[in-house]
């Protein structure tokens, strides 16, 4: 009867020879796939080409309508903020009777000057008839012809200061110097407002524009005519067109201004902040499931499929994205294959288990 001893050594040794087995048997045997991917191929697809930007809602124009009388009380506002004017429509009154006044004793200077200059010509006119005569010497006579040049002189003067009070008469009412829209109002009925005071701010024509911010190399693909469109904070879009790319770049922000014109619409409103992009043009566009690019430390990988079962880990180039598919750059081709779905939790050179899209 074998001892215990003996029974120890033979337990051992058959636990080895199994063991031995087992590690030959996982030797021979292929590796475990670690997940199983779906494949697809890139597609070549015709996708527009369009620049996004964000950009401010500005007024094309804004005319500063000012004062332009000295010491007179406001007496009508007839505009108020949002208003639809018409070049030439009255905005506001000054009181004008200090100024009737003033331009009724303009008047009254003005026939006083001329009566005197009809003197002077007159005087002017007969020391003329007797020079020669002895009547009059030459020095009385040259004194009688500057007095009338001096007379003709104070009458053109008062007829200046004439027009200068009915002008001031005439700028007593404010006037809408172009058609447009009311956008800001500080005139105040009984406010004496100096000349320069600005009184009404005016959207000229109505006219708003998008000021959208580009770099430098977008830039360079925006011309004029440019189809552009803008997405508001509703989800209401408008549709503009460029009509000029600013020639020089902000020093700060080392981007540049294109200036988009924008049709009328009750729900665009100056100083709005919006979304938009330039519509320039197609082209062919290599693209693959959003799902297929992996973000990892910065870069985009996709995992290429390898004919011997495993999965190459390759960096790409991501470029425009429309719905749920990516354009790459560059770092594959139309032919190759790659795994669609699970790449997250992938690694490079992991055997996988592909079935077909």
Same mark, same amino acid.
């Given at each position: 009867?074998?001892?215990?001893?003996?029974?120890?050594?033979?337990?051992?040794?058959?636990?080895?020879?199994?063991?031995?087995? !087992?590690?030959?048997?996982?030797?021979?045997?292929?590796?475990?796939?670690?997940?199983?991917?779906? *494949?697809?191929?890139?597609?070549?697809?015709?996708?527009?080409?369009?620049?996004?930007?964000?950009?401010?809602?500005?007024?094309?124009?804004? %005319?500063?309508?000012?004062?332009?009388?000295?010491?007179?009380?406001?007496?009508?506002?007839? *505009?108020?903020?949002?208003?639809?004017?018409?070049?030439?429509?009255?905005?506001?009154? +000054? !009181?004008?009777?200090?100024?009737?006044? !003033?331009? %009724?004793?303009?008047?009254?200077?003005?026939?006083? *000057?001329?009566?005197?200059?009809?003197?002077?010509?007159?005087?002017?006119?007969?020391?003329? &008839?007797?020079?020669?005569?002895?009547?009059?010497?030459?020095?009385?006579?040259?004194?009688?012809?500057?007095?009338?040049?001096?007379?003709?002189?104070?009458?053109?003067?008062?007829?200046?200061?004439?027009?200068?009070?009915?002008?001031?008469? &005439?700028?007593?009412?404010?006037?809408?110097?172009? $058609?447009?829209?009311?956008?800001?109002?500080?005139?105040?009925?009984?406010?004496?407002?100096?000349?320069?005071? #600005?009184?009404?701010?005016?959207?000229?024509?109505?006219?708003?524009?998008?000021?959208?911010?580009?770099?430098?190399? #977008? =830039?360079?693909?925006?011309?004029?005519?440019?189809?552009? /469109?803008?997405? =508001?904070? !509703?989800?209401?879009?408008?549709?503009?067109?460029?009509?000029?790319? @600013?020639?020089?770049?902000?020093?700060?922000?080392? &981007?540049?201004?294109?200036?988009?014109?924008?049709?009328?619409?009750? @729900?665009?409103?100056?100083?709005?902040?919006?979304?938009?992009?330039?519509?320039?043009?197609?082209?062919?566009?290599? &693209?693959?499931?959003?799902?297929?690019?992996?973000?990892? #430390?910065? +870069?985009?990988?996709? +995992?290429?499929?390898?004919?011997?079962?495993?999965?190459?880990?390759?960096?790409?180039?991501?470029?425009? /994205?429309?719905?749920?598919?990516?354009?790459? =750059?560059?770092?594959?081709?139309?032919?190759?294959?790659?795994?669609?779905?699970?790449?997250? +939790? =992938?690694? $490079?050179?992991?055997?996988?288990?592909?079935?077909?899209?």
């Amino acid at each position: 009867m074998p001892t215990v001893s003996a029974r120890l050594f033979f337990v051992i040794t058959l636990i080895a020879l199994l063991s031995a087995c !087992d590690r030959h048997s996982d030797a021979d045997s292929p590796p475990r796939p670690a997940l199983t991917v779906t *494949a697809a191929s890139p597609a070549l697809e015709t996708w527009p080409i369009r620049i996004p930007a964000n950009g401010t809602i500005e007024a094309w124009q804004e %005319a500063i309508i000012c004062s332009d009388v000295q010491a007179l009380r406001l007496a009508e506002v007839l *505009a108020d903020v949002g208003d639809t004017v018409k070049a030439g429509q009255v905005l506001a009154v +000054f !009181d004008d009777e200090p100024v009737k006044i !003033d331009v %009724a004793q303009a008047k009254a200077a003005r026939a006083q *000057a001329w009566a005197a200059a009809e003197a002077a010509r007159d005087d002017a006119e007969r020391a003329k &008839t007797l020079r020669g005569s002895g009547a009059l010497s030459d020095q009385v006579i040259t004194k009688y012809l500057t007095t009338e040049r001096s007379a003709r002189a104070q009458a053109a003067a008062a007829e200046a200061s004439l027009a200068a009070q009915q002008l001031r008469l &005439t700028r007593t009412r404010v006037l809408a110097p172009d $058609d447009g829209v009311i956008s800001a109002r500080n005139a105040t009925v009984g406010a004496v407002i100096g000349p320069g005071g #600005e009184m009404f701010r005016l959207i000229r024509q109505g006219r708003l524009e998008w000021r959208a911010e580009l770099t430098d190399s #977008e =830039l360079e693909h925006v011309t004029p005519e440019a189809v552009a /469109r803008i997405t =508001l904070t !509703d989800g209401h879009s408008v549709e503009g067109t460029v009509r000029v790319a @600013a020639p020089t770049l902000n020093t700060r922000t080392r &981007t540049g201004l294109v200036y988009v014109d924008l049709p009328p619409d009750s @729900a665009i409103r100056p100083g709005m902040f919006v979304r938009g992009e330039f519509d320039l043009g197609q082209s062919t566009a290599l &693209t693959v499931p959003q799902e297929a690019v992996t973000m990892r #430390e910065a +870069f985009h990988y996709v +995992f290429r499929l390898e004919t011997d079962g495993t999965v190459r880990q390759t960096k790409v180039t991501p470029g425009r /994205r429309i719905g749920r598919r990516v354009e790459i =750059l560059d770092g594959i081709t139309p032919d190759t294959r790659i795994a669609m779905k699970g790449t997250g +939790f =992938l690694n $490079d050179g992991d055997p996988v288990r592909v079935v077909e899209q």
